[in-house]
């Protein structure tokens, strides 16, 4: 493997350095899932690094903390040798680095990891949601999430799941309304999220009993807001940006119109697989994560076109039946989160940078769109994939252009 990523002189080098087979198996793997050569070298050069500062020796246990500890003397000049101090993101690449290759070993030592006491209660909490009450992943991560968030506040004062008392969740709730960050919405399902946790808990004997029942979210009416789409020339202005030839646009071109033309979720985007797509018939089937059901939807040729332009000339190859993957190494499948990072970022380039710019506001645009166009609710709902109506509603709540029909209305007479 060295020989093929440099020159003769070097690579007999790197085979003379410590832990030589561990660090070329990890190579080898990287190889495999599509990493090009300047990738391999870095990671190489990043192993051999790693190997000296630690003192790493066969079998030996590394938490995240020492490989964040050794990035931060590998930055300085003396520890790269070379005359300048490392960026942050190159200092990130080698942390990352030095995790993903110690995780593949089974050296990376994940005890300190745990950002909270209880992460092993947390745990035990997830599996229940996954395997007893059958909830989709993104559901039980957003459980999760929640939990985790609460332990980390908790952690800070020093108190232990089983002295936790109603005033220490009303403070946790109460917190984040004075940080402002999150809506009533959010602060709601956070304390929702909390109760069932607690409720979990208290089978367990982790905690006193009664601390659920106290629970009382913030008060929330359903539909108060206004949904956030975007504007119609800006959705025009994003397609027009991934008209480009490069792999990345292909792939994000064939996304964005998933999006927009048939206002998808991510987790439905990201489920797709080459055997949804019906050429023949042109149909595309979506599994709905959320509903837990599956689709038939007529395969437009415009979307079908941009799909089919992205599997000829920039899908890779081999690596599963999956739709969408990354564009480099390691190539996987694309996930939720990667999903709405691309419309975020891809957004941010055409200067849309305020109010909400994450997948889902695509969603929102198509749904006003068809309103706009005077199509019936209960289309739209069934657009959307939506099982009762009062989901689609909320689109209708405020009619702007009735909204300047009254406001156009000469009230002379009754003044």
Partial sequence: MFDDIFFAHTAERYRAAPLVEQRERYLVHLETTGARRSTLRKCANDQ??????LDLENGDRVSRSQIEAAAV?????????????????????????GVRWLAFLGWLDERDDGRHPHDAEVQAFERWLREERGLSDATVQSYRAAADHFFVQLATKGVQLSAVGMTDIDDAVAAEHGRGAWG???????????????????????CRAGLAAGI?????????????????????????????????DKRDRAILMLFIGYGLRTGEVGGLRLDDLDWENAMLRVRCPKPGRTHLWPLSQGVGHAILHYIREARPSGFGRTLFFTTHAPIRPLDRKALGKMVRDRLAAIGVVTGRRGAHALRHAAAQHLLDQGTPMK?????????????????????????????????EDLA
């Fill in 184 to 206: 009533r919405r959010t602060r709601h399902d956070y304390a929702q999220r909390l109760r069932a946790f607690f409720l979990f808990a208290e089978t367990r004997g982790w």
């Fill in 48 to 53: 051999l690094s790693l190997v000296r500062l």
């Fill in 73 to 97: 003397v590998w930055a300085q000049p003396r520890g790269r040798r070379c005359e300048w101090t490392a960026s942050l993101k190159t200092r990130d690449r080698f942390v990352d680095h």
């Fill in 216 to 248: 009382v979210a913030p008060r929330f009416m359903a539909d108060e807001t206004v949904p956030k789409g975007l504007r119609r020339e800006d959705v025009v202005r994003l397609l027009a940006s991934v008209e480009g030839d490069r792999p990345v």
């Fill in 379 to 411: 289309v739209i709902g069934d657009f959307l994939g939506h099982r009762d109506l009062s989901s689609t509603t909320i689109y209708a709540k405020v009619d702007l252009a009735a909204l300047r029909e009254v406001a156009a209305l000469d009230l």
